[in-house]
């Protein structure tokens, strides 16, 4: 046997040295290094199998008897196709050597027919995993496509560079608002609150204006807080006592859906003039969430008339007019049962035609979804709401879209109904 070439430690007085055992020359290899064996020494814990010594645990080989074939396998099967094809080619070398001159078949050695049989094992799964191929791209359905918008209706390429505008799914994402209304439509609810009447709701919704100003809080969250109120009053029966309850609740809901930085509950105590304790608001919030599901997003007009009046450029003068229609139409308990989409059409045609810019053009159709006669109706009942006497009591949206900021467009004169029917006819 020979020698290593490295110095063999001395052995120390009542130290004893192992005998060398199958498991010790099977973790030996040729080489300068004296290798360890894989056994504790007496006393110590045993190794668990993730501690091993890494230092060589790549070179181990055990040998086990009579899984040779086997392991030959599973090896020829990790390797890639490459050494799948020079496996082949090695085959196709040696056929003719298996023949002698005179063309008499010579017996296989048995390395030669294990080789043959690890070659079929294989091209085997090879074949399998041809087979089993997925075929090519199949065509996306009509309805997972995403729709081509017309060159001359597309409002959304001017902001390619913008990401928070989103403008490859803007109008996705608008479409998927019209169909989530179907799921938030309302009726007259007034009947099963025997404790309520339409004016109460209008007061309490003036009421939440002047909350919205003086919090300087989103338009979002008034007309989300609105939503809230009239989706909770036609599943619940409400006192008279507890509308204002109802409406701070659904208020401070909506600022934490809404707001960067949404108003504590003590706001919402203080100016409801302490009428209620913190307990009560708390538990109003979990009841109305409860009731509702949760599910908390709904379509507003406000978004919708938005990005309607960008359809046609109209300006921040007009956008307010329109803003100011539908603000109004918030105290109207007939108005509750409209969507929100076709709402902010009836009121951005409304601005459109009292500022003579025109009626409902192609391209409002093709956004919108709506025709001039789906849009009609509501248009006259705008203009039928906005006609009356205005009410001395709920003066709250009026006086706020009088002042300069919003272009004093409440005290602008209102169309005249001939020429608001000849552009619902065109």
Known sequence: MPLTRGKKPAATAGSKVPKPNATTSENQEEGPQVKRSSSPPHGAPKKRTAFIDITNAHKVTISLPGRKKKEAAKKQVKKTSAATVSAKNNANLKKPSSESSEGTPVEKTDAEEEEEEVQTDVAAPVEELVAAAPPAACEVP????KQQIPEEFDIDSENSEDCYMCPEYAKDIFDYLQQREEKFVLCNYMPKQPSLNTEMRAILIDWLVEVQ?????YHETLYLAVKMTDHYLAKTPVHRELLQLVGS??????????????????????????????????????NILQTLGFDINIPIPYRFLRRFAKCVSAGMDTLTLARFFCEMSLMEMELVSERGSLLASACLLLALVTRDLGGWSPILQFHSGYQTSDVAPVVRKLHEMLSAPPDDKLKAIRNKYSHKVFFEVASLPLVNGDILE?????
Not at 252 to 280: G, M, N, T, W
Not at 422 to 426: H, K, M, V, Y
């Open 422 to 426: 000849e552009a619902l006819s065109q």
């Open 142 to 145: 009509l309805h997972h496509q």
């Open 249 to 286: 609740t659904t208020m401070l809901i909506a600022s934490k859906f809404e707001e960067r930085s949404p108003p504590c509950v003590d706001d919402f105590l203080y100016i409801c003039d302490d009428a209620y304790k913190r307990e009560e608001i708390i538990s109003m919030e979990a």
């Open 213 to 217: 100003e003086n919090f300087e809080l």
